[in-house]
C-alpha cells in the first residue's frame, strides 16, 4: 500500500509537463552519447552539472539518471553494425551481434536489443521499487571472498565463449589476465609492466584494447580475406527489418536472465555491468539446446547481454540511493549532483526526500517506455548504415574508432596503444584465437585479483576463507562445474563411441 | 638570429612591464581523477562558484587528466609551460606520488605554486554495534590480537594508511590495512562488518551515524569540528599524533609571467572569502585553508619530509 501511495506521488511528479520533457532530453541525450563510442555517461553528467543548477532538483535527477539509462540503449548500435563496443558493457552485445548483421539480420538484432533493454529496464525499476532497502542490507554481506567467487564463475565462462580449441581460448585469457595486470599496484604502489611510461601507471583502459582486438581487427581481417568485396545485404522493408515472432520466442529465457542478473549484479558495488553481461550471456549459452550456434548470431546472444546491461541500472542505483554508497563511476557523479544540490545522500535519503525518490522511479517507467518508441523506429534507419560499400564504411569504423578512444581519455598514447591492439586483433583471427576470453581475463582480471588479495588479508593468509562462507563456496562450485562442461560432452562422445 | 634576439628581448620587457594579466580565452582547469572523483566534484563546483560570484570575465571548463593518481595530471601541466590559461587542481597525492613512483618525474615542485584552498578532515568510524566506544578501545583490543583487526582504505600512500601507520607507531599496535580501490567499497566493507574500522570523510560518516549505523571514534584533526563537538581529537583522545592534513589547493604550468601568478591569486583568496565558497565549505565539512603562493612552497616541504618519514617507516620503498 505504501509502496502504491508513493508510486502515486511519483507519478504525480514525474508527469508534470516540464518534468516530461526532462526525462526525454536526458534519455534522448543518453541515446545519442550512447550510440558514439567515447564519450559516456559519466563525462556527460558532469559536463551537464552547471545547467542543472538553474533546474529543480527533481527535474534534474530525472534527466541525469536517463542519460544513465538512455546511454545503456544506445550503446548496443554500433557493436552490433560495426563491431565498436560503444562502452564496456556491450562488449558480449558484439559477440552474436555482428554476426547476426552480417548474416543480414542487423534489424532484428538492433530491435531485439531495443526489446530486452526495455524489458530489462523495466524489471530493473520494478526491483528498485519493490525491495531496494532490504537488498541493499543484503549486498552488504557481499565481501572481498564473494567478489572473488563471483569473478571466477565469470571467468569459467571463459570454456563456454571459446571457439574450438580450448587451449587457445585459456591462452587468450592468460593474455587478458596478463594486460590487467599491468599499472600500480594498490595494495604496494609499485608499479608493474610500465616499462617506464608513465600513461601506464594506472593500466591499460579496456575500451582501448575492447575497440582495437574487435572493431579495427575485424577491419584488417577481412580486409585481407575479401578485398573489395560488396557490402552486407540488408532486407528492404520495415517488416524484415524487426525481429520475427519466432526471435521473440527464442529469446524469452534470455529477457528474464538478462533482467535477473543484471538487476542483482547491478545491486553489488565491486561488480559493474560489463560482468552482469558477461555472465547473463555465459548462462545463456549453458542453458541453450543449441550451444554450438553461439557466437554465429544468435538472437539470445544479444538478448541476454543487453538485458543485463540495461537491468544494471536500476540495481546500481540501489546502493547509491539506499545507503549513499557508489558503485560506478556514473552513480558516483549522481552522488556528488546530490551533494551539490544541497541534498545528504545516505540511509536517510529516501525517508526525507520521498517525492524525489518516487518522482525519479516513475521517471524511469515512462523513460523506458520513451526509449522504445524512440529506438525501435530508428533500428531501420541506422541498418542502412551497412548499405554502404566497403570503401565508404571500413574507413568510417576506423574513424569512429580513433575518435572514440581519443575522446576518452584525450592521449594520443591511446591511439598507439589502439592501432597495436588492432594488430593483435587481426593476428589473432588470422592464427583463430577467439578474442572474447581475452576481454573476459581482461575485463575481470584486475578486480579478480584485488578481491582474492582482500580476502588473503582478511583471513590471515588462509584460502580456506573462499570455501568457508557460503554465498562463495556456492558461486566456486558452479565455476568449478561450468569448467568441467567441456569434459563431459568429450566423456559422452567417448562413451558413445565405446558403446558403438 | 639577432632580430630574434630583439623581438624576444621586446616581447619579454612588454610582458614584464604589463602591470596586470586578464585571461582572453576559455580556461582550462585540469583536474587528475575523472568524473565523480574528489578533484572532479570540487573543480565543478568551483566552476559553478566563479561563474555566479563573477570572477572570471571567461568560462572555466573542467578539463580530466586521469592516470597514475595525478602523475598524468602534474605531467600535463609541466607541459603546458608558460601556458596563463591553464591552471590545475592538486591534492597531496601530487606530492606523494614521487617519492614512490619511478615514473612519476612531475611534482609539484616543478610547476607554479597559486594556492591552497581547503584542508579536508577525517574521522575514525567503527560499526555502531562495534564494541569500541573509544579509539582507546579499539588499540587496547588490537593490543590483545595483533594483527587480527582490520581497517578499510585506500592505497597505501593514502592518508587513510598514514593515520593508521601514526598510530601503530605511537601505540606498539599492529593491524590490517585493506585497500579498496573505491570509496563505496570501503564503506560497504565497514557496514557488512567484514573490517572493523575506517578513516572517513566527516560528510560520508554524518549520515551513517544519523542512520544509526555508524558510531566515531575521533577526529583526525587539530581542532574538533562543528559537526562533532562531542568527538575527541587524536590528540585530546590522548594519542601524541599530528595529522598529516589532506590538502587541495591551485597550481599553473611552470614558467609563467609574475602578473599571471598574481591574478590566479587574487582570483581565490577573493572566492575563498566568498559567501558560496564558505557555504561550499561548511556543507562539506572542510577547512577553508587559503594560503598563497610564497606560503605554499614552504608547506609543500614539511608535508613532503612528513610523508617521506611515514613511508619508510611503513615499509613503502620510496625513491627519491
Known amino acids: 500500500m505504501e509502496i502504491l501511495s508513493g508510486l502515486m ?24 552519447i550512447g550510440v558514439m563510442p567515447g564519450l559516456g555517461p559519466p563525462a556527460t553528467i558532469a559536463m551537464l552539472l552547471p545547467l542543472t543548477f538553474l533546474m529543480n532538483p527533481a527535474a534534474a535527477m530525472i534527466m541525469l539518471a536517463g542519460i544513465y539509462y538512455g546511454a545503456k540503449y544506445g550503446g ?106 599491468i599499472g600500480t599496484d594498490l595494495f604496494s604502489q609499485t608499479s608493474r609492466f610500465t616499462f617506464g611510461r608513465m600513461e601506464l601507471l594506472s ?76 555472465i547473463s550471456y555465459g548462462i545463456e549459452k549453458a542453458v541453450s539446446r543449441h550451444p554450438e550456434k553461439f557466437g554465429q548470431g544468435v538472437v539470445e546472444g544479444v538478448a541476454a547481454p543487453e538485458g543485463a546491461n540495461n537491468a544494471e541500472t536500476g540495481g546500481a542505483l540501489i546502493p547509491m540511493l539506499t545507503l549513499g554508497i557508489p558503485g560506478s563511476s556514473t552513480t558516483a557523479v549522481l552522488l556528488a549532483a546530490l551533494v551539490l544540490w544541497g541534498f545528504k545522500p545516505g540511509p536517510l535519503f529516501i525517508p526525507e526526500n520521498p517525492a524525489m525518490f518516487w518522482g525519479l522511479v516513475a521517471s524511469m517507467y515512462l523513460g523506458n517506455v520513451m526509449l522504445l518508441v524512440l529506438n525501435l523506429p530508428l533500428v531501420p534507419v541506422f541498418a542502412q548504415v ?59 582480471g584486475g578486480a579478480m585479483e584485488r578481491a582474492l588479495r582482500q580476502s588473503l588479508m582478511m583471513s590471515d593468509g588462509s584460502l580456506s576463507i573462499l570455501v568457508a562462507r557460503p554465498v562463495s563456496a556456492v558461486m566456486l562450485s558452479l565455476a568449478l562445474l561450468i569448467l568441467l562442461v567441456p569434459l563431459f560432452g568429450k566423456f559422452n562422445a567417448w562413451r558413445l563411441k565405446a558403446l558403438k | 638570429m639577432k632580430k630574434h634576439l630583439l623581438f624576444a628581448l621586446l616581447v619579454g620587457s612588454s610582458t614584464a612591464f604589463a602591470q596586470s594579466f586578464t585571461p582572453t580565452r576559455p580556461i582550462e582547469l585540469v583536474v587528475h581523477t575523472g568524473p565523480g572523483g574528489g578533484s572532479d566534484v570540487l573543480a565543478r563546483a568551483m566552476v559553478i ?65 597559486i594556492a591552497r584552498l581547503l584542508l579536508e578532515p577525517a574521522v575514525i568510524a567503527v560499526k555502531a554495534d ?5 579509539l582507546a578501545d579499539f588499540v587496547n583490543a588490537a593490543k590483545q590480537k595483533p594483527g587480527e583487526l582490520k581497517q578499510s582504505g585506500g592505497s597505501i600512500t593514502s592518508r587513510d594508511n598514514v593515520v593508521r601507520q601514526q598510530l601503530q607507531k605511537a601505540t606498539g599496535t599492529r593491524w590490517q590495512f585493506i585497500s579498496f580501490p573505491g ?18 570523510e566527516p560528510n560520508e560518516a554524518g549520515e551513517h551515524i544519523r542512520a544509526g549505523n555508524m558510531r566515531v571514534l575521533a577526529q583526525v584533526n587539530e581542532t574538533r569540528l562543528s559537526a562533532f563537538p562531542n568527538v575527541p581529537t587524536l590528540k585530546e583522545a590522548g594519542f601524541n599524533v599530528t595529522p598529516v592534513p589532506q ?64 613511508l619508510q617507516e611503513a615499509g613503502v620503498k620510496t625513491v627519491r
Not at chain 1, 554476426?99 to 530491435?111: E, F, K, W
Not at chain 1, 531485439?112 to 523495466?122: C, D, E, L, V
Not at chain 2, 568560462?59 to 598524468?72: E, M, S, T
Open chain 2, 130 to 134: 562495534a564494541p569500541y566506544k573509544t
Open chain 1, 386 to 444: 551497412l548499405r554502404a560499400p566497403t570503401y565508404v564504411l571500413y574507413p568510417l569504423v576506423l574513424g569512429i574508432s580513433v575518435v572514440g578512444v581519443y575522446s576518452t581519455s584525450s592521449s594520443l598514447f591511446d591511439v598507439w596503444l589502439l592501432a597495436g591492439f588492432g594488430l593483435g586483433g587481426y593476428l589473432m583471427r588470422k592464427l583463430d584465437y577467439p578474442s572474447a576470453p581475452l576481454i573476459l581475463g581482461l575485463v575481470l
Open chain 2, 183 to 200: 570509496g563505496g567499497e570501503r564503506i560497504a566493507a565497514l557496514l557488512g562488518g567484514h573490517v572493523n574500522m575506517m578513516v572517513i
Open chain 2, 247 to 310: 590538502v587541495r589547493g591551485v597550481v599553473a604550468p611552470p614558467g609563467i609571467p609574475r602578473e599571471n601568478v598574481a591574478y590566479w591569486e587574487g582570483v581565490f583568496s577573493k572566492l575563498s572569502q566568498t559567501e558560496s565558497w564558505k557555504k561550499y565549505v561548511a556543507d562539506n565539512q572542510f577547512e577553508n585553508a587559503y594560503q598563497g603562493a610564497a606560503e605554499l612552497t614552504k608547506f609543500y616541504e614539511e608535508f613532503t619530509g612528513q610523508m617521506r618519514g611515514i
Open chain 1, 9 to 32: 506521488q511519483g507519478f504525480a511528479v514525474a508527469l508534470q509537463p516540464m518534468n516530461l520533457l526532462w526525462c526525454f532530453v536526458g534519455v534522448v541525450l543518453g541515446t545519442v
Open chain 1, 76 to 181: 548496443s548500435t554500433t557493436s552490433i553494425l560495426l563491431n565498436v563496443p560503444g562502452e564496456s558493457a556491450s562488449v558480449a552485445t558484439c559477440i552474436d551481434g555482428y554476426q547476426m548483421a552480417r548474416n543480414g539480420r542487423a534489424g532484428a538484432a538492433l530491435g531485439i536489443a531495443a526489446i530486452a533493454s526495455f524489458i530489462a529496464g523495466t524489471v530493473g525499476v520494478l526491483g528498485l521499487m519493490l525491495i531496494a532497502p532490504p537488498l541493499a542490507r543484503m549486498s552488504l554481506a557481499f565481501s572481498s571472498p564473494e567478489y572473488f567467487a563471483l569473478m571466477a564463475l565469470g571467468l569459467a565462462m571463459v570454456v563456454l565463449l571459446g571457439g574450438d580449441s580450448m587451449v587457445k581460448a585459456l591462452l587468450a585469457t592468460l593474455v587478458g589476465l596478463w594486460l590487467a595486470g
Open chain 1, 203 to 278: 593500466g591499460i583502459d579496456f575500451v582501448v584494447v575492447a575497440i582495437g582486438v574487435f572493431a579495427i581487427g575485424e577491419v584488417l581481417a577481412n580486409m585481407h580475406e575479401r578485398g573489395g568485396a560488396p557490402a552486407i545485404a540488408v532486407p528492404k522493408g520495415l517488416r524484415n527489418l524487426l525481429p520475427t515472432r519466432q526471435d521473440l520466442k527464442d529469446s524469452r529465457f534470455a529477457f528474464a536472465n538478462g533482467s535477473l542478473v543484471g538487476f542483482f549484479i547491478g545491486v553489488l558495488p565491486g561488480a559493474g555491468s560489463t560482468i552482469a553481461s558477461f
Open chain 2, 49 to 113: 562558484m566563479l561563474e555566479k560570484e563573477k570572477l572570471l570575465p571567461v568560462r572555466a571548463q573542467v578539463a580530466n587528466k586521469p592516470g597514475g593518481g595525478g602523475v598524468v595530471a602534474a605531467a600535463y601541466l609541466a607541459e603546458k609551460k608558460g601556458e596563463t590559461h591553464t591552471i590545475g587542481i592538486f591534492t597531496g597525492v601530487w606530492l606523494t606520488n614521487p617519492l614512490t613512483s619511478n615514473e612519476a618525474k612531475v611534482s609539484l615542485k616543478d610547476l607554479t605554486p
